[in-house]
Structure formats: C-alpha cells, structure tokens
C-alpha cells in the first residue's frame, strides 16, 4: 500500500536499518526518492542549549512507529508483521492492500519529520514538478519511474535535504516474485508491462494502479518488496478455485477475478504483479467509509448491511471449504451502489483483527468478522460469530 496525502506525495514504504536509521521511498509526479538517513545526521552544533533536539525528535518518532524495539533493524511500518530481512535493499515493507492504494491515511510522525525539509526547501518541486511529469502511458513507465537519493544532514542550523544520487539517472526497479510453483498461474494470460496501457484518465487520480487489459478498465496489484512469494502463490490459485467453484452459482459472493500476471524481466516465472478486474468506479474501502476519508460518515443502518454482508460471504466461502485469510476493513471495497466486494486472498493477518497464530484459518476468519462487528456497529465485545 502506497500512504497518500494532500501534499503531493505518496509513501511506498518506511523501514528501520541498522543505528536507529530509516528508509523510505517517497513517490512524486512520477518519480522516485530513497531518503536515508539516521541519528548521526542530526546533530545541531549551532543549537548552544541542546544540539540534539532534532535527534531527540526524531527518536521520539521512531518509537511511535516501531515502539521499544529501536534497536532491531528491518522493520516496516505496516498493518501486517514486518518481515526481517538481512539485506537492506531487501528489507522493504509495505501494507499489501490492493484497495488501500487509493485510501487517504494519518500521516506518521517520522513521515512528517522526514518530508518537512523536502517541502519547506521545494526539494520535491525542483527535482518532481508537476510541470515535467515523465508520460505514464504504460504499465512499464509506472514500474520503472527515475529514482533520485537523499538523505538529510543539519546546515548552518537547519535540517536540510541533501542529493546524493549519482551523475548518471537511476530507474527504479520493480519487485518480482517467484510463482512458478503456484498450480494455476500458467491457466491466466502473462503479459508484459510495456503492453499494458495505462488508464486514461489515471492522471486525475491519486494512484497510478488504474490500467487498460482487454478494453476495460482493470486493477494493477503489484509486487511488494519485503513480502516472500507464498501470498502471490496463493491468491493466484484462490482466485482461479474461486473462479471454477461460484462461476455458475447464483450466491451473492462479490470478489475481483484476477485477469492476467505480469511477467517480471529476468525470467518468465516470476510476476511484478497482478491484473485484476477493478471494482470502478468505486466509493473506497469500509475503512474509508467509516473512518470519513471519502465524505461523511456512513448511517448505522447501511454499517449494519455491509456487516450481514460480508458476513455472508464469509459463511459461503466456509461453507466451500475456503478460507479468505485477511479479513480486515481495509480489504472491503464499496462499489457504485454501495454493495460490498471482499478482495486481498493472498493471505497474512492484519493487527488487531486476527490473532497471528489463527492466520489462514476459518478460525481466523470469524475472529476478523468479531472485530468487523465491533467496528461497524460500535458495539462492545461479542461472543465469536458463528
């Protein structure tokens, strides 16, 4: 999941490295920042009275996203675990949420203490105007954006951005994850990201995961950095069980169909992501709705119908034998007439929602529909549903 905002960017992901460091990758206008940085950057010698405010800040920040564990290098702010990687380039994390990529979001404190210099500086405006936007006419533009680095270091008392790219333009380059052991992934067309146009009016919208596959409007799920290969396997096989099982079956299961994979460059086997039919347009997710980031907040009695509805769903989907495997608000997209679509079967739990030893079960599953209850009808702790 990319963090949007009104500022003009989006966040990709935010990671912790070695010495309390930080990673994020911040999108703009169509192109890439890395911005690096730690502690040992921040120290402000022309602040007599105490040059390490800034450092302080910043630890105090740290602790807000990652809590106690400030010592412990390769975590991602995500609603799911975070994943340990020893390699930093490979220590990348992010919420993996298709319908979340259009979602507004509260922005972190050490977001908000990283991009401040950028924007008080017009660092974004300089190197990612509006005006010079590189062309997003296919898949491939957006996966491989220009990619400039940065850390920031304290001049003459102020905290300031610092371009440590190199002469030569760097182009991102996307994540790839290995399927060739999923059963079905041959059974669904594999297509190239220079053959997939963008959306045309993808310019007007606040994500760029809006593409054109065979004429109609469809749903770019990419690869996330930081993820192992399993939950890329596993919606590949769920969506085609779930295709096969409730294609002739008149029951009120709305889900995406997945509709093609994107095939990394290094080898056929391995996707930069999923093409998937796009609920669109649609009114954002049940935690956009409830949470008033797409207008006011829904009435009690249409909170208690998406409720019966993905409840239902829930119970036809165990009653096949199926396990949806992250149920989470975040994961319900509300269409045009305010019907509720359950996407995201790769699997995983989200905080809060599912006890991580229940992940992947049906166990699991009504402990998410518990939570869901709580959530939409402001209700107090409920027996499990059933």
Known sequence: MKEINDKGYTVEYTIKIEDNGICLRVHCNGRAFDIEYGPQDLYNPANKTNPRALEQEYLDALHHIFGDDDDEPGQGMDVDDATDLSDPQDQLSSPDSSAMSECGYEESPVVAFTMAPFLSHGTLETFASKSSTPCLNTLHDVLHPPLFTFSLRVVEGTLVPVNQSPEKMEYVKPYDADVWKARHWRDYPRVKSRDIAMARNVSLLPNTNLVMFNNRICWFKPVIGGIDDAPYKREIDMLFRLRRKFKNLDKPLRFPQLEATVIGERREDMINGLILSAVYPNRGTIADQVEG???????????????????????ILHSEGFIWGDVSPNNMIIDEDENVWIADFGGGYTCGWIEPEDMETMKGDLEGLKVLKEYLLDVGPLEDAS
Request: proline letters at 13%; aromatic letters at 8%; a positive charge.
């Open 293 to 315: 980031r797409r207008g006011p907040s829904p009435s009690p009695s249409l909170c208690e119908r998406w409720y019966r509805e993905v409840e239902a769903m829930v119970h």
